[in-house]
Nanobody, 127 residues
Framework: QVQLVESGGGLVQAGGSLRLSCAAS????????KGWFRRAPGKEREFVAAISRSGDYTEYADSVKGRFTISRDNSKNTVALQMNSLKPEDTAVYYCAAGRMGSGSHVSVDMSEYAYWGQGTQVTVSS
């Protein structure tokens, strides 16, 4: 059983930056695809960013391209989301997700392909 715990959320002004981290335990971190999703107030959960098991391939939602960067450190069992140039519309609860699908280069944007989820961390961007 894989357990995921997010951290790094908080309150930041528009244009600022935050770095979210996700720590994994209970499994082999490198064996899983990793992704970040978010749920804004009044909206459904949506894809943000994902990284392959190899760590060489990434994908981002159009709304965050050029501003967010996903990375992973398999030796530390962590995955991070660096968020720059934050906007009020980025305000949401951010969730770390893990799953195992496809090849080592596969990057999934589909929420249904992720079997494990963290509890979420709140990110609030003020205008």
């Amino acid at each position: 059983q894989v357990q995921l715990v997010e951290s790094g959320g908080g309150l930041v002004q528009a244009g600022g930056s935050l770095r979210l981290s996700c720590a994994a335990s209970g499994g082999t971190f490198s064996s899983y695809n990793k992704g970040w999703f978010r749920r804004a107030p009044g909206k459904e959960r949506e894809f943000v960013a994902a990284i392959s098991r190899s760590g060489d391939y990434t994908e981002y939602a159009d709304s965050v391209k050029g501003r967010f960067t996903i990375s992973r450190d398999n030796s530390k069992n962590t995955v991070a989301l660096q968020m720059n140039s934050l906007k009020p519309e980025d305000t949401a609860v951010y969730y770390c997700a893990a799953g195992r699908m496809g090849s080592g280069s596969h990057v999934s944007v589909d929420m249904s392909e992720y079997a494990y989820w963290g509890q979420g961390t709140q990110v609030t961007v003020s205008s």
